[in-house]
Protein backbone atom coordinates (compact mmCIF):
# COMPACT_ATOMS: atom_id res chain seq x y z
CA UNK A 1 0.00 0.00 0.00
CA UNK A 2 1.39 3.34 -1.14
CA UNK A 3 2.21 5.52 2.62
CA UNK A 4 0.03 8.80 3.27
CA UNK A 5 1.29 12.02 3.39
CA UNK A 6 -0.01 14.77 6.50
CA UNK A 7 1.01 17.71 7.03
CA UNK A 8 0.97 20.26 10.64
CA UNK A 9 0.44 23.59 9.88
CA UNK A 10 0.20 26.93 12.04
CA UNK A 11 2.08 29.95 13.33
CA UNK A 12 4.70 29.52 15.71
CA UNK A 13 4.77 28.00 18.69
CA UNK A 14 1.14 26.00 18.80
CA UNK A 15 3.35 22.75 18.88
CA UNK A 16 3.36 21.44 15.48
CA UNK A 17 6.69 19.53 16.11
CA UNK A 18 5.85 18.30 19.47
CA UNK A 19 2.57 16.99 17.80
CA UNK A 20 4.71 15.36 14.83
CA UNK A 21 6.26 13.39 16.55
CA UNK A 22 3.83 12.51 19.20
CA UNK A 23 1.62 11.37 15.69
CA UNK A 24 4.56 9.42 13.95
CA UNK A 25 5.36 7.43 17.54
CA UNK A 26 1.45 6.92 17.14
CA UNK A 27 1.28 5.25 14.11
CA UNK A 28 4.67 3.17 14.51
CA UNK A 29 2.88 1.61 17.60
CA UNK A 30 -0.23 0.77 14.88
CA UNK A 31 1.87 -0.71 13.01
CA UNK A 32 2.26 1.78 10.72
CA UNK A 33 5.95 2.62 9.19
CA UNK A 34 6.33 6.23 9.58
CA UNK A 35 8.77 9.14 9.28
CA UNK A 36 8.61 12.53 10.99
CA UNK A 37 10.14 15.50 9.01
CA UNK A 38 10.24 18.98 8.71
CA UNK A 39 10.36 22.44 6.38
CA UNK A 40 11.98 23.64 5.42
CA UNK A 41 14.35 21.04 5.90
CA UNK A 42 14.38 16.86 5.92
CA UNK A 43 17.43 16.79 4.03
CA UNK A 44 21.16 17.92 4.39
CA UNK A 45 20.57 20.32 1.56
CA UNK A 46 17.45 21.31 2.59
CA UNK A 47 18.53 22.01 6.44
CA UNK A 48 21.16 24.01 4.37
CA UNK A 49 18.62 26.08 3.07
CA UNK A 50 16.62 26.73 5.96
CA UNK A 51 19.64 28.02 7.38
CA UNK A 52 19.84 30.31 4.77
CA UNK A 53 15.55 31.62 5.20
CA UNK A 54 15.70 31.55 8.93
CA UNK A 55 19.02 33.03 10.06
CA UNK A 56 20.25 36.61 10.08
CA UNK A 57 17.90 40.48 9.67
CA UNK A 58 14.16 40.22 9.12
CA UNK A 59 14.90 42.28 5.77
CA UNK A 60 17.69 39.70 4.56
CA UNK A 61 15.25 38.11 1.89
CA UNK A 62 12.79 39.58 -0.12
CA UNK A 63 9.67 38.01 -0.25
CA UNK A 64 10.18 36.45 -3.75
CA UNK A 65 13.34 35.25 -2.50
CA UNK A 66 11.67 33.50 0.01
CA UNK A 67 9.50 31.98 -2.19
CA UNK A 68 12.06 30.93 -4.03
CA UNK A 69 14.74 29.42 -1.44
CA UNK A 70 11.43 27.14 0.07
CA UNK A 71 10.47 25.52 -3.37
CA UNK A 72 14.65 25.10 -3.76
CA UNK A 73 14.30 23.34 -0.10
CA UNK A 74 11.20 21.41 -1.02
CA UNK A 75 12.67 19.93 -4.28
CA UNK A 76 15.35 18.54 -2.68
CA UNK A 77 13.01 17.19 0.22
CA UNK A 78 10.13 15.54 -1.91
CA UNK A 79 12.99 14.22 -4.22
CA UNK A 80 15.42 12.62 -1.81
CA UNK A 81 13.22 11.51 1.15
CA UNK A 82 9.35 12.28 0.75
CA UNK A 83 8.77 10.45 -2.35
CA UNK A 84 11.07 7.67 -1.72
CA UNK A 85 9.01 7.25 1.68
CA UNK A 86 5.71 7.07 0.09
CA UNK A 87 6.86 5.06 -2.69
CA UNK A 88 8.12 2.83 0.24
CA UNK A 89 4.80 2.63 2.39
CA UNK A 90 5.65 4.33 5.10
CA UNK A 91 3.44 7.45 5.98
CA UNK A 92 5.17 11.09 5.51
CA UNK A 93 4.28 13.27 8.56
CA UNK A 94 6.11 16.89 7.74
CA UNK A 95 5.86 19.93 9.99
CA UNK A 96 5.49 22.27 7.54
CA UNK A 97 4.33 22.53 3.90
CA UNK A 98 2.67 23.59 1.30
CA UNK A 99 0.72 25.96 3.41
CA UNK A 100 2.61 27.49 5.19
CA UNK A 101 4.06 28.65 1.87
CA UNK A 102 0.79 29.79 1.22
CA UNK A 103 0.22 31.93 4.53
CA UNK A 104 3.76 33.10 4.68
CA UNK A 105 4.64 33.99 1.22
CA UNK A 106 0.72 34.51 -0.06
CA UNK A 107 -1.64 35.85 2.96
CA UNK A 108 1.40 37.61 4.48
CA UNK A 109 3.81 38.55 1.98
CA UNK A 110 1.74 39.18 -1.52
CA UNK A 111 2.72 36.83 -3.29
CA UNK A 112 -0.53 35.08 -5.42
CA UNK A 113 -1.65 31.87 -4.74
CA UNK A 114 -0.99 31.02 -8.86
CA UNK A 115 2.39 31.65 -8.77
CA UNK A 116 3.28 29.83 -5.61
CA UNK A 117 1.15 26.52 -6.56
CA UNK A 118 3.22 27.12 -9.46
CA UNK A 119 6.34 27.17 -7.74
CA UNK A 120 5.35 24.06 -5.74
CA UNK A 121 4.22 22.07 -8.26
CA UNK A 122 8.00 22.09 -10.31
CA UNK A 123 9.72 21.76 -6.75
CA UNK A 124 7.14 18.77 -5.57
CA UNK A 125 6.24 17.67 -9.49
CA UNK A 126 2.19 18.21 -7.83
CA UNK A 127 2.37 16.53 -4.58
CA UNK A 128 -0.73 17.11 -2.34
CA UNK A 129 -0.94 15.98 1.47
CA UNK A 130 -3.42 13.49 2.14
CA UNK A 131 -4.42 15.35 5.19
CA UNK A 132 -3.02 19.10 6.82
CA UNK A 133 -3.97 19.69 10.18
CA UNK A 134 -3.73 23.10 11.13
CA UNK A 135 -3.45 23.79 14.80
CA UNK A 136 -4.95 27.07 16.33
CA UNK A 137 -3.97 28.45 19.87
CA UNK A 138 -4.45 32.07 21.60
CA UNK A 139 -2.34 34.20 20.35
CA UNK A 140 -0.83 34.86 23.66
CA UNK A 141 -0.16 31.10 24.67
CA UNK A 142 1.57 30.29 21.38
CA UNK A 143 3.82 33.32 21.89
CA UNK A 144 4.43 32.40 25.63
CA UNK A 145 5.06 28.64 24.16
CA UNK A 146 7.33 30.18 21.74
CA UNK A 147 9.06 31.87 23.24
CA UNK A 148 9.77 29.86 26.63
CA UNK A 149 11.66 27.26 24.11
CA UNK A 150 13.47 30.12 22.06
CA UNK A 151 15.25 31.79 25.50
CA UNK A 152 15.00 34.97 23.67
CA UNK A 153 16.65 34.20 20.82
CA UNK A 154 13.95 33.92 18.16
CA UNK A 155 14.60 33.14 14.16
CA UNK A 156 13.35 35.58 11.61
CA UNK A 157 10.07 34.83 11.64
CA UNK A 158 9.83 34.22 15.11
CA UNK A 159 10.95 37.29 16.39
CA UNK A 160 8.07 39.66 14.01
CA UNK A 161 5.63 41.63 16.12
CA UNK A 162 2.47 40.51 17.41
CA UNK A 163 0.42 41.80 14.34
CA UNK A 164 2.55 39.99 12.04
CA UNK A 165 1.50 36.59 14.17
CA UNK A 166 -1.83 37.75 13.78
CA UNK A 167 -1.93 38.23 9.95
CA UNK A 168 -0.47 34.64 10.37
CA UNK A 169 -3.06 32.93 11.95
CA UNK A 170 -5.86 34.84 9.54
CA UNK A 171 -4.01 33.47 6.48
CA UNK A 172 -4.48 29.66 8.22
CA UNK A 173 -7.83 30.54 8.82
CA UNK A 174 -8.06 31.26 5.01
CA UNK A 175 -6.37 28.04 4.40
CA UNK A 176 -9.05 26.27 6.22
CA UNK A 177 -11.93 27.87 4.27
CA UNK A 178 -10.47 27.86 0.98
CA UNK A 179 -10.09 24.15 1.18
CA UNK A 180 -11.96 22.23 3.65
CA UNK A 181 -11.73 18.67 2.86
CA UNK A 182 -8.04 18.65 3.40
CA UNK A 183 -7.35 20.98 5.72
CA UNK A 184 -9.02 20.47 9.00
CA UNK A 185 -8.71 22.59 12.28
CA UNK A 186 -7.00 21.19 15.12
CA UNK A 187 -7.55 22.90 18.65
CA UNK A 188 -4.10 23.35 20.31
CA UNK A 189 -5.11 24.47 23.69
CA UNK A 190 -4.35 22.01 26.47
CA UNK A 191 -1.98 19.14 26.86
CA UNK A 192 0.07 17.58 24.80
CA UNK A 193 -1.94 14.77 25.58
CA UNK A 194 -5.00 16.27 24.91
CA UNK A 195 -4.21 18.09 21.43
CA UNK A 196 -2.79 13.97 20.56
CA UNK A 197 -6.00 12.88 21.04
CA UNK A 198 -7.53 15.53 18.70
CA UNK A 199 -5.49 14.50 16.22
CA UNK A 200 -5.67 10.82 16.32
CA UNK A 201 -9.33 11.22 16.22
CA UNK A 202 -8.77 13.13 12.63
CA UNK A 203 -6.28 10.80 11.22
CA UNK A 204 -8.11 7.10 12.62
CA UNK A 205 -10.13 7.03 9.48
CA UNK A 206 -7.25 6.94 7.13
CA UNK A 207 -5.71 3.85 8.54
CA UNK A 208 -9.06 1.78 7.72
N1 LIG B 1 0.07 21.33 24.44
C1 LIG B 1 1.15 21.97 24.93
N2 LIG B 1 1.10 22.62 26.09
C2 LIG B 1 2.16 23.30 26.58
N3 LIG B 1 3.36 23.40 25.93
C3 LIG B 1 3.45 22.77 24.75
C4 LIG B 1 2.37 22.04 24.17
N4 LIG B 1 2.77 21.54 22.98
C5 LIG B 1 4.05 21.96 22.81
N5 LIG B 1 4.47 22.68 23.88
C6 LIG B 1 5.78 23.33 24.06
O1 LIG B 1 5.69 24.59 23.39
C7 LIG B 1 6.90 24.87 22.68
C8 LIG B 1 6.58 25.02 21.19
O2 LIG B 1 6.17 23.75 20.70
P1 LIG B 1 6.62 23.25 19.27
O3 LIG B 1 8.07 23.52 19.06
O4 LIG B 1 6.12 21.86 19.11
O5 LIG B 1 5.75 24.25 18.37
P2 LIG B 1 5.81 24.54 16.81
O6 LIG B 1 4.42 24.83 16.39
O7 LIG B 1 6.53 23.47 16.10
O8 LIG B 1 6.66 25.90 16.79
P3 LIG B 1 7.49 26.60 15.62
O9 LIG B 1 6.61 26.74 14.43
O10 LIG B 1 7.81 27.95 16.21
O11 LIG B 1 8.71 25.76 15.38
C9 LIG B 1 7.85 23.73 23.00
O12 LIG B 1 8.68 24.12 24.08
C10 LIG B 1 6.93 22.58 23.41
O13 LIG B 1 7.55 21.69 24.31
C1 LIG C 1 7.57 25.73 4.97
C2 LIG C 1 7.68 27.23 5.11
C3 LIG C 1 8.13 27.81 6.27
N1 LIG C 1 8.20 29.15 6.38
C4 LIG C 1 8.68 29.75 7.65
C5 LIG C 1 7.69 29.66 8.74
C6 LIG C 1 8.49 29.50 10.00
O1 LIG C 1 8.68 30.76 10.57
C7 LIG C 1 9.82 28.96 9.51
C8 LIG C 1 10.04 27.52 9.88
O2 LIG C 1 10.36 27.39 11.22
P1 LIG C 1 9.47 26.62 12.30
O3 LIG C 1 10.46 26.16 13.32
O4 LIG C 1 8.74 25.50 11.65
O5 LIG C 1 8.50 27.62 12.82
O6 LIG C 1 9.82 29.04 8.09
C9 LIG C 1 7.86 29.97 5.32
O7 LIG C 1 7.96 31.20 5.44
N2 LIG C 1 7.41 29.39 4.18
C10 LIG C 1 7.29 28.06 4.02
O8 LIG C 1 6.88 27.57 2.94
Redesign the pocket.
Known sequence: MAGRLITLEGG?GVG??TQARLLCDWLSGQGTSAVAT???GGTPGAEAI?GL??GGSEDRWSVTT?ALL?AAA?SDHVERLIRPALAAGKWVIC????D??L???GGEGGLSDDVLLNLHDIASGGLRPDLTLVLTLDAEESARRAAARDGGRP????ARDAAFHRRIDAAFQARLKAEPVRCRQVDASGSAEEVTGRIRALVAPLLQ
Open positions: EKSREPRLLEVRDRFLSTAYQDRFG
